[in-house]
């Protein structure tokens, strides 16, 4: 079973509403049902629950910005090596 969101229309106002169903089309089935044929004005979509996220803690926090610190740091390394590979091909070029 999958939740399911839809605009319905009761006594001339628009109202989400989610319902359980198995698939789209049974959740608007369920719907016109539960409020009438011409009542659904949207089409059911399925709504995902987005799990909570704990904050870190502050070591682990120190740890993940140091992480992200060597990273950046390692690519500023590969970044001056390519400038100064592109730097000595180039005076070899000169050179020629």
Known sequence: MNKYQASVRVKG?????AVFADSPIHARLILQY?????????????????????PLTPDQQRIKSMQARVKQDQAAVNAERARQKIKSGQAQLAKI
Request: no cysteine; glycine share 4%.
């Open 34 to 54: 539960q409020f009438g044929m011409d009542s659904v004005v949207a089409y059911p979509t399925a709504i995902t629950e987005v799990a909570t996220i704990k």
């Open 13 to 17: 106002q628009l109202v989400k509403t």
